[in-house]
C-alpha cells in the first residue's frame, strides 16, 4: 500500500523540516581554537566580575571575509549545551538573558581590530578582551556588563555575516570561575587558630615596641631634669670665698703697681673679706 499522491506525508514533512534548520549548522565550521584566560602576567585577569580573554587572533585566518564580525558567547558553564547559534541579527541574545536563559553575546569585533600581528609594542597595552568591563552599559542591546555572579562561565567565539548568519565557531573554553570575596563576618580573627609562627612575631614586635618606649621616657627625663635643675654653682661664687682681680692702672707705673695688695688702688681701702 503506496502514500497518497496528492497530500504529502506528515513524516516527509518532518523530515524536510529538521534538514532545513539543520542545514547552517552542517556549514557552520570547527575552528580548532579552545578561547583561555590570557597567558600575560597582568593584575586582576580574573576578578569577582571580569575576567580577561586571549584575543582571537588569526583563529579565523582563511574562513572570514572583511565584512565578517567575531561575536563573543558568554554562558553559564551548565547552560552551554543549550546554547542555539542565532540565525539572524535579532536573534542575538542581550546581556539581561544570561539571568533568564543562562547565555547572551557580546564584544563585537571586525577582523581589522584582530590583526595577525602583535601590536602591544604599538598600542602599549597587553592584547585581551575584558570581559564584564563596562559599568556604564546596562541600556544598550549588546552591554558588556559586570558578571552577576561566580559562574562558572564558558565561552566561545562565533563567526557571523552581515546578516547575522553564522559562518565559523570555536570549541567552548573550560569553566571560568571569579573570585569571591569574604564577608566580614566571615572573617576568623580568634588568636588561638593563628600559627606559631605569627604568635612568635608578634611578641618580638611588642618587646621591641615596650623597649623603645622605655628609652624614650628615659631620655626624655634626663632632659627635663637638667632643665629644672641646675648644676652646682662653682667654688668662686660660694659664700665665704672672694677671689680679686689684679690689674695695671694707667698712672700707676709698673714697679710700684707690683707692691699694692691684691684688690686694692690708691685711695681705696681694701675689700673686706666674705668669710665669717
Known sequence: MGLPWGKPHLGLQMLLLALNCLRPSLSLELVPYTPQITAWDLEGKVTATTFSLEQPRCVFDGLASASDTVWLVVAFS????GFQNPETLADIPASPQLLTDGHYMTLPLSLDQLPCDDRMAVSGGAPVLRVGHDHGCHQQPFCNAPLPGPGPYRVKFLLMDTRGSPRAETKWSDPITLHQGKTPGSIDTWPGRRSGSMIVITSV?????????????????????SLWWPEEAPEQLRIGSFMGKRYMTHHIPPSEAATLPVGCEPGLEPLPSLSP
Open 78 to 81: 551548565n547552560a552551554s549545551r
Open 205 to 225: 614586635l611588642s618587646s621591641l615596641a615596650s623597649l623603645l618606649l622605655l628609652a624614650f621616657l628615659a631620655a626624655s627625663t634626663m632632659r627635663f631634669s
